[in-house]
């Protein structure tokens, strides 16, 4: 009886352990292509971010400069610089990164449908939730950033206009007005 139950032992330890390298081998097989589809997933998406950002600053700065006099009368080159930077860069996060990632996500919801549904409902039960966090901080954000955009505009405009008239300034003593009204 006990060289039965030892031999016993012996084949599952034995069928255990050929299941657990094949497993292994296989996780490391998929990390593998993991890696491999988000590396060529980075790559293609930031060629066509930089080709878009680049076009839609062309257009946007032909744009301002065919418009008439009187609008530059309310805005300054310098709040029409910074805002054309700092948009074309939020523009490129966006195609970059982040829908480069909402696709992947979306696949790997369906890949992990296909493999394992039951599971993959229990984790999607959650989802509702975390999604409710993210679109309250994506509008915290947004509101965070347009207010900090607007600031830095009007401190860049501040900024050039001082630096461009500085012996104005100099002249008349009027750097400590400046400063204040530049913070």
Not at 103 to 113: D, F, K, M, Q, R
Not at 141 to 169: D, P, W
Request: hydrophobic content about 40%; some cysteine; charged content about 20%.
């Amino acid at each position: 009886l006990c060289n039965f139950i030892g031999s016993n032992f012996t084949t599952v330890n034995h069928n255990l352990k050929s299941r657990t390298k094949d497993q292994i081998i296989y996780a490391i097989i998929i990390g593998c292509v993991s890696i491999f589809c988000s590396y060529i997933r980075v790559a293609f998406m930031t060629i066509s971010a930089e080709r878009q950002t680049r076009t839609i600053r062309q257009t946007l700065f032909q744009s301002i400069l065919k418009k008439d006099i009187v609008f530059f009368d309310t805005h300054t080159p310098g709040e029409l610089n910074l805002q054309l930077t700092d948009n074309m860069n939020k523009i490129h996060d966006g195609i970059d990164d982040k829908l480069g990632t909402a696709v992947e996500l979306i696949s790997t919801c369906i890949g992990a449908l296909i493999i394992g549904w039951k599971l993959t409902l229990v984790v999607l039960s959650c989802s509702p939730i975390i999604v409710g966090f993210f679109i309250l901080s994506s509008k915290i954000t947004t509101r965070l950033t347009t207010n900090e955009m607007n600031a830095y505009g009007k401190a860049g405009a501040v900024a050039e206009e001082v630096i461009s008239s500085i012996r104005t300034v100099l002249s008349y003593n009027g750097q400590e007005r400046e400063i204040k009204r530049f913070v």
